[in-house]
């Protein structure tokens, strides 16, 4: 998979960083605008912002994707709370993490489409993890299952969707 970011200078690395880190956040606000639709189980969502952490892990390399991440996890303490930044920050690391790997060791023999699931999976079990040290009193496994499979059904949403706005984002390159 091509870096564009590999032969970019540091400043417009840098701006296109931000330009994705914006990007991420209309996507959160617009996201959290929309009715519970069919996602009516808590917690469940389709992910839109994490669109633009892929775009910048697969185009220009780890270290944005991982700065955008915690970005948003940010701006999620901020404007949700506590929780919901931890759990942002957990998801959206080891998503990250997770798709890295598979990267390194598949290299170009791996789709968007299937890192976009494990990340999405894996986004999700990075939350599930997190809910499990704060509440540790409940019984979170049940829950589990649900979170796995709306995570293969969010990945497949955000990798089609990715692919449909990728013309946009290499516009701003």
Not at 37 to 42: D, E, G, Q, R
Not at 97 to 119: A, E, T
């Amino acid at each position: 998979m091509d870096k564009t970011g590999a032969g970019m200078s540091k400043t417009k690395l840098l701006v296109l960083t931000a330009l994705l880190f914006a990007v991420a956040l209309v996507l959160s606000v617009v996201e959290n605008s929309f009715p519970a639709l069919f996602f009516a189980v808590p917690g469940v969502k389709l992910g839109l912002s994490n669109i633009s952490v892929m775009y910048a892990l697969f185009f220009l390399d780890k270290k944005p994707a991982f700065l955008i991440a915690v970005l948003k996890a940010g701006f999620v303490l901020i404007t949700r709370g506590f929780i919901a930044g931890i759990l942002s920050l957990c998801g959206g690391t080891l998503s990250i993490v997770v798709m890295s790997v598979l990267l390194i060791v598949f290299k170009d023999k791996i789709s968007y489409f299937v890192l976009s699931v494990f990340g999405a999976v894996f986004h999700n079990i990075g939350q599930f993890a997190a809910i499990s040290l704060i509440y540790t009193n409940m019984y979170l496994w049940v829950y589990l299952p649900v979170l796995l499979i709306s995570g293969i059904a969010a990945g497949m949403a955000t990798s089609v969707l990715l692919r449909l706005i990728m013309p946009a984002f290499k516009r701003m390159v």
